[in-house]
């Protein structure tokens, strides 16, 4: 062990037990036919966004949805951005990203020549960004790229990453592709801040119709996988990619889809309930470039530990280990944002003194923030609180013991307040400025009617 075996401090790119990046190819997205079908029958995006509306209700789920543009009207491969772009915002409004799936859809790149790759990747994004930035009227930029086919050679890995600010490559596993590989290729990405991320469990094509398995035997890989990725560390990475026809159960040759909508939420939901943070492939890149860019320090004496963090997202995490049985943060020093072991980082980080001891202090202070909530500012006197959050979700906060007096809470609602736990609803997406406060009880206390069991009071209307 780097620390041995007493106290110690890392680095953690997420406040949760860990990451998961759902990556979906939208292969149907370049098939007219397929998005807008004659007549009044459903396409197979109205068929996806109420099944992505029950995931995000039930897990707070979001992802990636790469597209293809088509470029063969004749044959029914282009889009219309009529009907495309509508499901296209209402991705990004639910906290997704959309990204390229290249212009045509080639089912290997390595054929491709530097010019069919500029095409491809450079041009399909200068589409993508023109076509949404006009609908929704303001910049938007489509920096991510999903490989679509077999998998890609790294000189062609290295091509298709000059058009675009990150890359998930194609087909991943034992002898092909990249296996398990988050990060940067080159010296040469590093220092141009291209980041690479390989799928790292199965896709659902490749289970269902190219390996032939059963809906349970698909659901039981993806399960085992799930289990080893998040095994041995303490903030693992899953990178799960799959198909806009799989949950929709979508078969556009009228066969009966050999996919079901459950197998997709059944993983899902025991990823939610491991705890990890479900995050698009664009956040999951600029966490790992912040972490490559990131500066830490630390010292230990006795029980405390002091650590200096440089600049990250506002989404990451100092995570204490070593501890002894029983040991909880009892506090830190001027910052308000903690749980038993994490303690909550802000984007321009800071100086942290941690003190570990048998209970926690009894002031008031952030012990949980949604999935990818940025927080930016905070601060306290360990009974009032303020902070800003850009995100959505539920904030909870321990109260310092209130007695008498009334919490106040602005820039957030009162979900619930249990005890000493508050729990604030921020409502939707965007900057949050919250404060909590305290305000004194002034109403009347009734003490005794003259020391009998019984009495009466009668209070003049409109009276004080």
Known sequence: SVHGNGLSVGLQMTRQSGLFASRVDMDQSQEREEVNPAGTAPGIYDKLLPILTEWKTDYNFVGSYYV?????????????????????????????????????????TNLLTDA??????????????????????????VGGAAVPGAPEQIATSQEILKYVTYLSGGYSGVGAGYPNAVGYMTPQNAADDKVYIAPNT???????????????????????????????????????????????????????????????????????AAGVEFVTLADLAGRVSAFQNATITSTVVGNTITATVGATTGSFSLDVDGQSSGQVIKGVAGWYAYDADTVFLPKAGGTYAITMGAVADDVTHITALPMRATLTTLSGDGRDLAFTVEGEGKVT???????TDW?????????????EILTIDLGAIGVHDVKIGHQANVDPVLTSFAGGTTGSLSIAENGT
């Open 68 to 108: 293809n543009v088509g470029n063969d009207a004749a044959n029914g491969q282009s889009t219309d951005w009529a009907v495309s772009l509508p499901v296209y915002k209402a991705l990004l409004d639910a906290g997704n990203e959309v990204g390229s799936h290249s212009y045509t859809h080639p089912e290997n």
């Open 116 to 141: 069919q790759i500029a095409f491809e990747f450079g041009q399909s994004r200068a589409e993508l960004e023109k076509q949404l930035s006009a609908y929704l009227g303001k910049t938007v930029t």
């Open 202 to 272: 199965s896709f659902d094509f490749s289970l269902i119709e190219f390996q032939k398995k059963t809906v349970a035997e698909a659901s039981a890989i993806w399960a085992k996988e799930f289990a080893a990725l998040t095994a041995g560390g303490d903030a693992p990475v899953v990178v799960w990619p799959w198909h806009d026809y799989g949950p929709t159960m979508w078969a556009s040759d009228g066969a009966t889809s050999p996919y079901t909508k459950q197998m997709f939420t059944t993983f899902i939901a025991q990823a939610a």
């Open 397 to 403: 906060v321990d109260l310092k013991a209130p007695g």
């Open 407 to 419: 919490t106040t809470v602005s820039g957030g609602t009162i979900a619930s307040q249990i005890g």
